[in-house]
């Protein structure tokens, strides 16, 4: 168990909101990742992070934004969700080994109607 | 940048071996991983092998890596129920994010 929860777990919300996932682990790893996964794609990366207030973009960050202001909490905010942001959001950390190994949350799944 | 291939779907009966195949582009990996989904939970660890190795045994899990063809493949002997789930490979530098393929679904016949 590598102590990481997302909420919220489900979420349904309209085309326009706002929408932030949160990612907490209770570990004090540096590396945090927000992926998303959608069938025939796999996990595609979003936004990573590297510690506090370093975060940088994934190969698909366009409509995404994340926050780090503490070690232990990784935001992921959708400003405007549209409805090909509807998907599983997984959170991962990485414990710094040089094998480089994830360990992932459970998943938070957004529809956008 | 890397691109990693997976067949969707693999199914077989109970007590026969589970072969599931990846390919991959970029030769640059450090490590290879081979990643267990089941039906609404997060991707679960199962294996890695370091890129200078070309087989890795645990258990009933066998990883072979071929570089030159830049293959890798996950045996599972005497697969399960248990087993049936998503598989995925994934690939690294050990210091930076992984690259996922698109997923395996492995459908155990009882």
């Known amino acids: 168990d590598a102590g990481i929860t997302q909420s919220p777990r489900h979420k349904v919300t309209e085309t326009g909101t706002p929408v932030t996932l949160r990612c907490h682990q209770t570990e004090n790893h540096r590396y945090m990742y927000w992926y998303r996964q959608d069938p025939g794609h796999g996990l595609r990366l979003i936004h990573y992070s590297y510690g506090v207030k370093d975060t940088d973009k994934g190969e698909v960050s366009d409509g995404y934004s994340v926050s780090r202001s503490k070690t232990e909490d990784f935001l992921l905010t959708l400003e405007s969700a549209t409805s090909s942001q509807t998907s599983v959001y997984f959170c991962a950390i990485s414990q710094g080994s040089n094998t480089g190994e994830l360990f992932f949350g459970e998943g938070s799944r957004l529809t956008v109607l | 940048g890397e691109d990693v291939e997976q067949s969707l779907f693999l199914s077989v009966r109970e007590g026969d071996s589970s072969v599931i195949n990846c390919t991959y582009t970029?030769?640059?990996?450090?490590?290879l991983y081979w990643y267990k989904q089941e039906p609404g939970a997060g991707l679960q660890l199962l294996t890695y092998?370091?890129?200078?190795?070309d087989m890795k045994q645990d258990q009933r899990l066998t990883v072979l890596l071929n570089k030159k063809d830049k293959h890798l493949s996950l045996r599972i002997a005497d697969t399960q129920t248990g087993d049936s789930a998503i598989y995925f490979c994934?690939?690294?530098?050990?210091?930076?994010?992984?690259?996922f393929g698109s997923g395996t679904r492995l459908q155990v016949q009882p």
């Open positions: 994934a690939l690294g530098t050990g210091r930076r994010a992984l690259t």
């Open positions: 092998i370091f890129s200078n190795m």
């Open positions: 970029d030769s640059s990996s450090t490590y």
